[in-house]
C-alpha cells in the first residue's frame, strides 16, 4: 500500500456516531482531496460546509497523530470529521490513486518551473497547506497545458 495501514474501527472507536456519519459522507462526495500520501503518513485538504477547506495530517494507523486545522480540532484536540474523510478516501483508494495522489506537487512544482517561475518550490510548499493557493496553482496550470 501507497499509504499508512490504517485501521478504520480503531480510528472512530469512541468518536460520536454523528460526527463519524458527516466524515464518512464527506468522502463520499468527494471532499477530501489527497495532495501527499506514502506509507509515512497523508495530508490532504478537506473541504468544509462552508466551502472553506482545512489541512488534515495524518499517519498512525489508528489516526491518534492526527491533526486538523478547523475550529472542532483547536477546540477539543480530538479527531474530527475531517479526519474520518480523509482516512475513509485513502481506504477506498486504489494503490495507483494514492501513487498518483503523492505525485500532486512535484507534478505542480514541474509545471511551475516550466513556466520559468523563480518561486516555483516557495509556492508550492506554502501551497502543500493552503488549499485555496492550490487549487489556483493547479487550475492556472491545467488553463495552460
Ligand atoms: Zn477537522
Not at 20 to 29: H, S
Not at 59 to 71: G, L, Q
Request: net charge negative.
Amino acid at each position: 500500500m501507497h499509504a499508512p495501514a490504517f485501521d478504520f474501527d480503531a480510528v472512530v472507536r469512541d468518536m460520536p456516531e454523528a460526527r463519524v456519519g458527516r466524515g464518512l459522507n464527506y468522502a463520499e462526495k468527494g471532499w477530501a482531496s489527497l495532495v501527499e500520501c506514502s506509507p509515512q503518513g497523508v495530508l490532504a485538504h478537506v473541504l468544509g460546509e462552508r466551502g472553506i477547506a482545512f489541512v488534515v495530517e495524518v499517519s498512525a494507523p489508528d489516526a491518534s497523530d492526527a491533526r486538523c486545522t478547523c475550529e472542532d480540532f483547536a477546540d477539543t484536540g480530538l479527531r474530527c470529521k475531517h479526519v474520518v474523510a480523509t482516512v475513509k478516501t485513502v481506504l477506498d483508494a486504489d494503490d495507483e490513486t494514492l501513487k498518483d495522489a503523492d505525485e500532486r506537487l512535484p507534478r505542480l512544482l514541474d509545471m511551475l518551473e516550466m513556466e520559468e517561475r523563480d518561486d516555483a518550490f516557495a509556492l508550492v510548499e506554502r501551497a502543500r497547506r493552503d488549499p485555496v493557493l492550490l487549487r489556483e496553482l493547479e487550475g492556472e496550470a491545467a488553463a495552460d497545458a
